[in-house]
């Protein structure tokens, strides 16, 4: 099933690992066959890396991004999904972080970061009563 992604202008996306930059107008791009591609807003950078939730993201990104080096990037997922189930009580909270090591575990990296980002919400709003 062909996949169709409009782009900003400006706007950058990865695809099997290249990263592309739209030009200067509104695009429309159909991608054929099957792609690791994430877009610009998906995509974090190692400095963006400093809660539990993105400590998971992180892994799971490079795993799918980098298909290579899969193996160096899973045991700091496995460590750190591991540290955030520990952590948290709210058993919603707990079922995504079990459905996001049964993505991981059937290589379905793109599913996987797609619930984690549940995480990261969860942890923004834990956080803003924090703050």
């Known amino acids: 099933m062909a996949l169709k992604l409009s782009l900003k202008p400006g706007e950058r996306f990865a695809i099997n690992g290249a990263v592309l930059t739209n030009g200067d107008r509104r695009a429309v791009m159909i991608v054929e066959n099957e792609a690791r591609l994430l877009r610009e807003g998906d995509i974090l950078q190692p400095d963006d890396v400093r809660t539990p ?67 990261m919400t969860y942890e923004e709003k834990m956080l803003s009563h924090v703050a």
């Open 53 to 119: 939730a993105t400590r998971i993201y992180f892994p799971i990104m490079m795993m799918y991004l980098e298909p290579a080096k899969r193996d160096e990037f899973h045991a700091d997922f496995a460590a750190r999904l591991t540290q955030f189930i520990d952590a948290v009580d709210d058993p919603d909270v707990q079922n995504v972080c079990l459905r996001i090591g049964a993505h991981v575990a059937n290589r379905d990296y793109y599913k996987g970061l797609t619930a984690c980002r549940k995480l």
